[in-house]
Every structure is written in C-alpha cells, then in structure tokens.
C-alpha cells in the first residue's frame, strides 16, 4: 500500500515535468509510443499473463496434491493442466516481442529451465505418495523452481518493459500537447490516468496480497497436517496392540479437534454392530446413536458426510430430535479394505468447526484403519502360528514357549502326555474323517477337563500334553481319569465310534528340562499302552497294574483289505506291528 501510494505521486510529478517538455520531445515520444504500442506493452502483457498463469497453475497442483477425493483431485489437476497452457501461450507471444540484448536471453533460459524443472517434478509427485521416501524433498524442489520462475519472469518485467512501458507513457501522455492550453489539459488528464494506474495498482497490491495470505494459510495447513500425519504414524508404529492403538488415536484425536467432542466407532466381529471404542468426550448427548454400519451414512457410502445443523430437514437421521442444535462431521474408517468404522465429531452450532478440522479427521481416520488393520492381521497370524489347525489347541512349540516362564521360575509341574488308543485301526477302518472328528472331540475333553493357567497341546498326531502347574501327582492322576470318564460319555452323544486314551503322568523335579519331564511322561504312557490301554500310568510308580476295564476296538462298517494288525482285547498289537498305538 505505501509504494502504491508514492508510485502515485511520483507519477502525478512526472505528468506534470512530462507536460513541460512536450515541445522538446515530441519526435522522440513519437518513436517511443510506437515501440510501446507494438512491443513494450504486449511483451509486458505477455509477461503477466505468464507469470499469473504460474501462479494458478502451482495454486491448482497443490490442491490436487492435499486433495483425497478422486473427483477433487482430478479437477485441480485439470486446472493446473489449463494454466500450463495459458503459461506456454503468454510466454510464446512474449519471446515473439522480446528484445534481443544478452543479460535479456539469460533470464529467459533461466527461466524456461526452472519452470521445466518445476513440471517434471509435478509429474513425479503426482504420481507419488507422501509416504513415499523422496516425497518431501520433490514437493520442496518443485516449489522452490516454480518460484523460481515466477520470480524471474518479474525480473524481466520490472529490468526490460516496465521501465520502457513506464516511461514511455509519460512521454505519450505529453505527445498530445500541443500548445499551452492543450498541455494544461494533458497534465490534468495525465494526473486522472496516473491516479487511476494507481488504483489500479492498488487492487493488484491488494490481489497479490490476499493470494500470498491464501498460499501462506496453504502451506500452514499442509505443513500442521503432515505433522500430525507423521507424528501419529510413529505413535502408532510404536503400538502393538489393538488397546494401545485406540489410546493413541484418542489423543490424536484430542489434537485435532482441540476440545472438540470426537468418537470412534468400529464394528463388532460379526461386522452388524458399532461400538465405540473411544471418545474425547464424557457426555454421552456427544455420542451418536447408530447401531450398525449399514446404518451410518457415511459407513454405508464411504464417504466423509458434514452435517451443518441438526435442525434441517436433510440432515443425519441420527442427529434429528438432538436436544441441542449441533453440527457434526462423520468420517468413515477402513479397515483391512472395509468400511467398518466412522470417526463422528460434533459440537454446538454457535461454535462452528474450522474447515482444518474434516481433512485432519481425514488423515486420523486413514491412519487409524492401516494401523488396525495391520495389528488384526498380525495378531491372526500370529493366533495360527500358535494353534493347531485341526484342533485349535496349542501346538508343540506354543507348549514350550509357555513353559519356559515355569522352568526360568523353578515352578512345579506335572505333565501328562495323553496318547489316543488304537487310533491307527480307527484311521483305517473309518476313514481319516472320522479320525478327525475322533481328534477334536478328545481336545474338546481335554480343554474342559482342565483348570485356564494349565497348558494343554496337541504335540504331534494323535498325541497329546498337557502341563499342569502347582499340581501334585495325585491331583494330576484324577484329573486324567475325569477326562477318560468325560471321554466316554462324551463320544456316547458324538457320531465317532468308541475309542479311549492312555495318559502317562510324570512330576518335574528341580532343574529337570521340560524334554526330560516329557520323556519320562512318555515311558508311563508306553507303560500304559503295554498293561492294557485305557488306563493312567504314573512314571516310576510300581502300583500301576493292569487295568481291569476292556479296551473297546471300534466297529468295523465295511470290509477293508487286511491289514498287518492283530488287536487282542485288553492286550497289545502284535510283533508285526510294534507301534503303542
């Protein structure tokens, strides 16, 4: 505003020396009022069209850079497509016009090279992410040669035309003068021009002024926004839990929406449900009261839905009848592909969001969903890698991982190493199917049958340990003869044949490894096998005698080729099959 003013005042003085001279000069302004009308002032034209059409061209990419909705994205980039035209054109009618000296060529080099620069690097961000390792450092590049060029293209302007165009004009205004009556009137009119280039001016002034505001409010923006992104990404990376994650995001959130009441609502394991999983805010008149994704507009449609006042006819069916009137933004959250969640702020209407806060909720909502997804998905693998597929117990190495907490603490154990009796001869004569099934019912028993700290696993085939903690030997031999009896009248309301298990029993001793415990556990179980089946077998316990009960053989349907196995009632497989099945 002040050198528009003096710009103003200085060219009501030259108006006025401009009108004085007229006589002296008027070939002169002759010739150069020529060269302004068919050079100067179109270079000079040419050169502001180039340089305002470099500005709405970087406004424009960098709204399609921020923007995450495809529409918005591909319209700003159109945009920023039609000022490079506008660009190429101007700069084309410029160089046409453009005088020839050689401080002249080098600005224009200089100039095609940054505004070169500047679009190839557009190019690669646009088809980059922030995530990207090189993202930050091409946006800057790009940035700096886009400014680059405008600034030179000012140079040029302001060194080579405006001072011609300038001076020129003063010279054009004092042609008209022709006498002293003629010249009093060219100085009033030359003084109403240069007033009026003033206001002009003025309005320029003020333009640029509010275009460099809006371009600063852009960069605050993006620059508050990556922080946040970049910040709640490294909390979160440092989260592995599912809990951990909500905690992380609440105080995400609380940044965000600086006071501001906002919730999240994740949908339940059959996906029909929300339930909310965290809020910033103790007043449940904060909450929203949708019951199920397929309810929620902005769960249902994926998209990120303002709702301006709960008094309008349009506005959310779940803010209608409010006892306040209130707005409320609700972003949907995706989780492994699904929309599964939505991130719901709200507040009174006397104190409207700030137009940061939706983009922002944005950016929480995208990085809450990666991070939980990724945390649902480890979590599941690691669940598998831990359990046995067909049963679901525990497998061998998820047993010895949880047993080394009792060995490092010297704890007492027992460990009973279960084995299913003639499970070969069931395999065979009914099918791996059947056998199957035979396998999950006993691991049913067998979790039933045991205390929630005790480890039960199925350690390989149609074997079976489990690791009972601060038991003695005697507890430990009535819980395997509860689940041989829970057996039996298990199978009685099951569709498998009958079949019974041995159980071999063996008590750590101190500093004795979890294998040697098993090992000793194993000879019971043999011990067991080879004095009947059927029975439980303590390790090292010379009253274990043969079992009194019969060892049912299942019943065979169908007639199957003959196998090299002799099963004998209450007795062992003979010589030519040696295996304790």
């Known amino acids: 505003m002040r050198w528009t003013l003096v710009l103003i005042v200085v060219g009501c003085l030259a108006g006025a020396s401009v009108v004085l001279a007229a006589n002296l000069v008027l070939t002169p302004i002759g010739n150069h009022a020529s060269d302004l009308a068919d050079r100067s002032v ?10 305002e059409a470099a500005r709405v061209g970087q406004v424009s990419f960098l709204d399609a850079l921020v923007a995450t909705v495809p529409a918005d994205r591909g319209t700003a980039i159109e945009q920023a497509q039609q000022a490079g035209r506008r660009q190429d054109a101007n700069w084309a009618a410029y160089l046409r016009l453009a005088g020839h000296s050689a401080p002249e060529r080098l600005l224009q080099s200089q100039t095609k090279a940054a505004f070169q620069k500047s679009r190839t690097l557009g190019g690669v961000l646009i088809g980059s992410t922030p995530l990207d390792a090189t993202y930050a450092s091409n946006l800057a590049s ?10 030179l293209l000012y140079q040029i302007q302001t060194r080579f035309y405006d001072p011609v165009v300038h001076d020129t004009t003063r010279a054009v205004i004092s042609d008209v003068s022709t006498g002293r009556l003629v010249i009093l009137i060219t100085t009033a009119a030359a003084s109403l021009a240069f007033l009026g280039i003033g206001a002009v001016m003025v309005r320029r002034v003020r333009r640029d002024g509010q275009i460099a505001a809006r371009e600063a409010r852009t960069r605050e923006v993006e620059t508050r926004r990556n922080e946040i ?9 440092m989260e592995a839990s599912e809990d951990g994650t909500y905690d992380v995001i609440r105080e995400g959130l609380r940044t965000v929406a600086e006071g501001r009441a906002v919730e999240l609502l994740v949908a339940d394991s059959s996906r029909a449900h929300f339930r909310q999983v965290l809020s910033t805010a103790d007043d449940r008149r904060e909450a929203c009261r949708v019951a199920a994704p397929e309810e929620c507009p902005a769960a249902r449609t994926g998209q990120t839905r303002q709702w301006e006042d709960s008094s309008l006819l349009d506005t959310c069916p779940y803010l209608r009848n409010h006892p306040d009137q ?10 492994a592909g699904r929309t599964t969640g939505v991130l719901h702020a709200q507040g009174p209407i006397d104190v409207p969001a700030n137009e ?12 809450a969903g990666d991070r939980i997804g990724v945390i649902r998905v480890l979590a599941r693998t690691e669940a598998q890698a831990q359990a046995d597929p067909l049963t679901g117990l525990p497998n061998r190495r998820t047993l010895e ?14 460990v009973a190493y279960a084995d299913l009796d003639h499970f070969k001869l069931l395999n065979d004569l009914h099918g791996h199917e059947t056998g199957d099934r035979a396998l999950r019912l006993f691991a049913r028993v067998l979790r039933d049958g045991v205390r929630p700290r005790d480890i039960p696993a199925r350690y390989g085939g149609e074997e079976f340990v489990v690791v009972l903690p ?3 030997i005697a507890d430990a031999r009535d819980v395997a003869d509860r689940i041989r009896s829970e057996l039996a009248v298990a199978i009685g309301a099951a569709t498998v044949p009958d079949f019974t298990v041995s159980v071999g029993l063996a008590s750590a001793e101190s500093g004795e490894a979890l294998s040697e415990v098993i090992a000793r556990a194993d000879g019971a179980l043999l011990q067991a096998k080879q004095t009947g089946r059927n029975r439980v077998v303590v390790a090292g316990d010379p009253a274990d005698g043969p079992s009194p009960d019969p060892v049912p053989v299942p019943a065979a349907p169908i007639e199957r080729p003959a196998h090299k196995v002799v099963v004998k009632i209450g007795g062992d497989v003979n010589a030519e099959h040696p295996s304790r099945t």
């Open 401 to 414: 991982d949880r047993t080394h907490d009792l060995l490092e603490h010297d704890g007492d154990f027992v």
């Open 42 to 51: 179109p270079a000079d034209q040419a050169l502001a069209g180039t340089a």
């Open 470 to 472: 601060d038991c003695t």
């Open 356 to 367: 940061d806060l939706v983009p922002e909720l944005e950016v929480v909502a995208r990085k």
């Open 229 to 237: 992104e970049t910040r709640l990404q490294r909390a979160l990376e």
């Open 326 to 335: 209130v707005w409320a933004n609700c972003v949907p959250v995706s989780i």
């Open 142 to 151: 790009e940035r700096a040669a886009s400014t680059l060029g405008i600034t």
